[in-house]
């Protein structure tokens, strides 16, 4: 079977799955292609659902900002209830050099009118009813970013690309890049099937080096496997996201919040990282991220985990998604990378893809791509991917 396309997005998840939505807004005939039985069955689905515009880098403000408010005003727009919360996040600090970190980060973020700033102890306290006191120093607060749930959003923004007339092909894996001349001009897949178009979109997360190695293109990302839980619902007493950004042995900074249901979600960075496309649990995870949490948190202890489990972080050499037109293949675009920020990222990335495709973007479009550009420095890749 061969079908005409303006085009073909590889995989249905949170950047996918946004994108198309923004291509079928523009009346492009658009297509997306994903293994998987529905939207957001790969990484998307293992996210905790943090949504944030207070970054440091300019192109994830951007990009956050223009999310945030997509998630924000969901529900008010079209109707459906994903489960946002406006909870905020919180960096509590007890060491001067998360202070520093932290106070450095302010004056770019205020420059983009976030609203976040660094508050004493005794406020942060008061944002955070029952954290440890003892060495407090304060931290930062964001009281406008905050959560909804994954699982509702990716269904949402399904439902309403299905309404502007994207196609889906679920249970379809691509297995090829056709290209004539050094110009892409569709996809072969496991059934057979051709579909033409002159773009195609990679946003295949941890699988696009498997997706663009066969037209001569190196290794863009690496999968990191991380693991979170959830526990059982209690009263609602914490909807900020906090995260601590304090290190120890085995593992980096950490972060929970407490969703609409009452149930407390958490995730932790390992350190080292854990390398390759794991999925199973540990016996480790548990015990390291539950001491660290009720250290911070001691009212947390008798909460009882209801479930844990393990996603992938398609990470770049320099942490900074990359989004940009193939420099090899012509018509083959690419957002990956994206450091375990698709999800909040997503929407607002899903927008300025559109553009680029219509060759319209913005001056705002313009600081995204150049700090998410293919093209820019990572000469660190090599032992970075070792």
Known sequence: MQTCYDV????????????????GKQDLKTLVIDMRPSPGQGENKHAIGGIRATHSDPAKIIAGQRSLEIFSTWQQVHGDDIEWQKGGYAFPVYRNQEADLLKSHLPVQKSFNLNIDFVDAQSMQQILPGINSGGLMGGTFSPDDGSASPLLAINAFYRKACEAGVTFRFNEKVTKLNCSNAKINGVMTNKGNFYSAPVVIDVAGAGSNELTQAVGCDELVI?????????????????????DLRSVAGSKNYYFYQNKHGQVVFC?????????????????????????????MP??????????????????????????WNTQVEGLLHAIGMCGQGYMLGPGLGEILARMILKTNNKDDQIVLESFSLERDLSCRVEAFK
């Open 299 to 324: 009212r947390l202890q008798n909460i009882r985990v209801r479930r844990v489990w393990r996603g992938l972080y398609p990470m770049t050499a320099d942490g900074s998604p990359l989004v940009g």
């Open 268 to 296: 932790i960075t390992p350190d080292p990282p854990v390398i390759g496309q794991l999925y199973d649990e540990t016996s480790t995870f548990l015990p390291q991220i539950c001491a660290r949490m009720v250290n911070l």
């Open 223 to 243: 999968s990191e496997a991380h693991e979170a839980g959830i526990t059982e619902p209690v009263a609602p007493f914490c909807p900020t996201m906090v995260v």
């Open 8 to 23: 073909i997005i590889v995989g249905a998840g949170s950047v996918g799955v946004p994108t198309a939505l923004a291509l």
